[in-house]
Nanobody
């Protein structure tokens, strides 16, 4: 049975940093596109970053380029999202998701099959 467990959320001040983790069981994340999505209150889910299973290439939505970095640790079967210089607008529930479909560059949540339970990120002074 496949499970994704995402963690690492919390409360930070504007300009602060957080590192999110997504650990898989029942699947080898290295073979999957793994993405992070966020959902702000009252809004739809937005793709943030993705790391491709095929070649490890990473994709980031324009607004986070230079501040967020996605990476993976094969030995731990875990994908990370390092978030720096966070803004209040980036608060929400962050979900990791995985798909075997090679669709990383689209950051389209409809293409993902497996989802974590979400981790809350709050950015407030």
């Amino acid at each position: 049975q496949v499970h994704l467990v995402d963690s690492g959320g919390g409360l930070v001040h504007p300009g602060g940093s957080l590192s999110l983790s997504c650990t898989g069981s029942g699947l080898t994340l290295d073979y999957y596109d793994v993405a992070w999505f966020r959902q702000a209150p009252g809004k739809g889910r937005e793709g943030v970053s993705c790391i491709a299973g095929l070649d490890g290439k990473t994709y980031n939505v324009e607004s986070v380029k230079g501040r967020f970095a996605i990476s993976r640790d094969k030995a731990k079967n875990t994908v990370y999202l390092q978030m720096n210089s966070l803004t209040p607008e980036e608060a929400g529930i962050y979900y990791c998701a995985a798909t075997f479909r090679n669709v990383c560059d689209s950051l389209d949540d409809r293409r993902y099959d497996y989802w974590g339970q979400g981790t809350q990120v709050s950015v407030s002074s």
